[in-house]
Structure formats: C-alpha cells, structure tokens
C-alpha cells in the first residue's frame, strides 16, 4: 500500500480588512485513492515537522504540492 500526504496552510481575510484566520490540514491518499480529507494538522513548515506531526500514520511519503506555514 501506497500512501501519500498533502498537507495545506491556508488563511483568508475576515472581512474587516484587518483580521484573519488560518487552518493547516492534510489528505491522505492510499493507493491513489482519497481516504482521509482535510483532517486537522499542526502547523508544519516543512516535511520533518509534518512527519513528526503525523509519525502515527508512518510510512507515508509526502506530496509534492504542499503549502508549508
């Protein structure tokens, strides 16, 4: 079994034009196939704080495309 992580931080404008909010969250994907969608995750900047955050899912390789904190 293959299974891959992408993980995401994104944040966006409340309206006011001076507050925000964020969220940071991964997919997995087994086998090419979307098991796990947008599941809470700390905030990662990068691979080895997203495997430390994720160790309990090991082995998993890790997308590409993320978007790091």
Not at 24 to 46: A, F, H, I, K, P
Request: hydrophobic content about 30%; charged content about 35%; overall charge negative.
């Amino acid at each position: 079994m293959k299974r891959v992580i992408r993980y995401t931080y994104y944040s966006w404008d409340l309206g006011c034009g001076c507050c925000s909010d964020s969220a940071s969250t991964y997919d997995m994907w087994e086998d090419g196939r979307l098991v796990e969608e947008d599941q809470w995750c700390e905030w990662c900047s990068n691979e080895e704080e997203l495997r430390e955050a994720l160790a309990h899912l090991e082995p998993f390789e890790v997308a590409e495309d993320c978007e790091w904190f």
